[in-house]
């Protein structure tokens, strides 16, 4: 089961970094994150508790299954909703909680963590700062239990999930809540989905008119794109150096593509 909050507040710590791009950028995530589980041999389905519409239609196509988040009432009333949704068809089906954002995740390093789990009645794998859950399992006929959220490690195994050590599955650790957590995981390698999507919000400074503040920047397929004053100012620059490395948000696709942002690059 992977819990998404609706993409206009998802991630909100990575605003200050990508600004408008975050939810997009949540999506990605998200997208890589079921991709990478439903790859995994020891993953019967996967089941996303979304209220959010486009994400329920994008993450459908790649073959997970919806579950409305009737309850309304925070990530662990969602995650009991979908193990409840899970075992209404399938009664015995050993369950587990992931989060959304490891776009990084590997299947075979999913697979052994699973495997790993399976062995207890409940399991849980730390994240890479050691402080939260990226997974929580329950075997057939156990309850899930999640107490996700802030120091989530602390109370899976106060609660009795025993914690999973395993070394070399850095990609199921690696959940993306800053900066620095993103570049973290673009240097482990991010699924297509965050990889086409975190391209779209890097360039070059091609040109720069101090006069007028516009200019054009390089995507890095070598298309040149201008942008004007506004979006320039919008980055909160004094100037721009032809050869840096910029981040850019962007409106419409294709010749219509326009800049509305251009700033230093910061991920």
Not at 8 to 23: E, I, M, Q, W
Not at 140 to 165: D, T
Request: proline residues 6%; neutral net charge; contains cysteine.
């Amino acid at each position: 089961m992977v819990p998404l909050k609706p993409l206009a507040v998802a991630k909100s710590r990575l605003a200050a970094a990508v600004g408008a791009s975050r939810p997009g950028l949540a999506l990605a995530f998200a997208q890589d994150t079921v991709a990478g589980a439903l790859a995994c041999t020891a993953v019967t389905d996967v089941v996303v508790v979304t209220d959010d519409r486009t994400a329920a239609a994008e993450l459908t196509r790649l073959g997970a299954r919806i579950v409305p988040d009737a309850p309304g009432a925070g990530l662990d009333a969602a995650l009991d909703h979908g193990a409840r949704a899970v075992r209404a068809a399938r009664p015995r089906a050993a369950v587990a909680a992931l989060n959304a954002d490891l776009p990084a995740l590997r299947p075979s390093e999913l697979l052994r963590v699973l495997d790993n789990a399976a062995a207890f009645p409940r399991a849980f794998l730390a994240d890479a700062a050691g402080i939260g859950t990226t997974l929580l399992s329950a075997a057939p006929g156990v309850e899930l239990g999640p107490a996700f959220g802030g120091r989530s490690r602390a109370r899976h195994s106060a609660s009795g999930a025993v914690e999973i050590a395993l070394a070399g599955v850095d990609s199921v650790r690696r959940d993306v809540d800053t900066a620095a957590d993103l570049r973290t995981a673009l240097i482990l390698g991010v699924g297509r989905h965050t990889a086409r999507y975190s391209a779209r919000m890097q360039a070059t400074a091609y040109t720069y008119d101090s006069e007028t503040r516009s200019g054009s920047v390089l995507l890095d397929d070598g298309t040149p794109v201008p942008f004007e004053a506004p979006a320039f100012d919008a980055g909160g620059l004094r100037l721009l150096r032809p050869g840096q490395r910029v981040r850019i948000e962007t409106d419409g696709e294709g010749t219509g593509l326009r800049i509305t942002l251009v700033t230093l690059q910061t991920f």
